[in-house]
């Protein structure tokens, strides 16, 4: 039969471990969370940055459009 001092060592390191595993999973879950906060951040970033180019092939299209023609001379008939 195994003696209660055998056991008393075992039982404590169970108890040690499974508060490892407990505050790893705390760990692991704050590591999840910062990972899906990065992603929203990433997402928008993305989205700005998508955006400040469509803005700007829209300025540049636009202002292709309304530069100002050159002039064309015409000769002068009234002579």
């Known amino acids: 039969m ?4 055998t056991i008393k060592p075992i039982r404590m390191r169970i108890q040690e471990k499974r508060k ?3 505050a790893q999973s705390n760990v692991i879950s704050e590591l999840i ?3 899906g906060q990065c ?3 990433l ?9 400040q180019k469509r803005s700007f092939s829209l300025l540049i299209n636009n202002s292709k459009q309304t530069e100002p023609q050159p ?4 000769a002068d008939t009234s002579k």
């Not at 195994?2 to 001092?5: A, L, N, V």
Request: aromatic residues 0%.
């Open 71 to 74: 002039a064309v001379l015409l």
């Open 39 to 41: 992603r929203k951040e």
């Open 20 to 22: 490892q595993i407990a």
């Open 2 to 5: 195994i003696s209660k001092t």
């Open 33 to 35: 969370q910062i990972q």
């Open 43 to 51: 997402d928008i970033l993305l989205e700005e940055e998508r955006l």
